[in-house]
């Protein structure tokens, strides 16, 4: 990722988080077999936010259908139950879709000029 983009290293740290929880996600939970897959991740810096969108074709999975149990204390969760919900507290808005066989997860975050 581009470090250059005007973008703080606190916000640059939650968009890591981000990809990497959905990546992460991916390539443990959406293929089933041992065939070849891909996954897609794409960046957009408009100036006042980043829009991620991942794309891959592993098993249908909306995350935003995807409930994890409230808790206020983060040494509670389960090993991979706080992926989803980093993703959520960081991000300005999560879209999803299932097109053509492929999962589309939009990410829209907010970003501060340094």
Do not use: C
Request: charged share 25%; aromatic share 10%; glycine share 6%.
């Amino acid at each position: 990722m581009k470090r250059d983009w005007g973008v703080p290293e606190s916000e640059i740290r939650q968009i890591l988080v981000i990809i990497e929880e959905l990546f992460s996600n991916i390539v443990r939970y959406a293929f089933e077999d041992s065939l070849e897959h891909y996954v897609d991740i794409r960046i957009l810096n408009t100036g006042d936010h980043l829009e991620i969108e991942m794309i891959d074709d592993g098993i249908d999975f909306n995350p935003l259908e995807y409930q994890t149990a409230p808790s206020s204390d983060p040494v509670r969760f389960s090993a991979g139950g706080m992926g989803l919900t980093l993703i959520k507290a960081f991000a300005s808005s999560i879209s999803y879709r299932r097109t053509s066989g492929k999962n589309h997860i939009f990410i829209t975050k907010k970003v501060k000029s340094k």
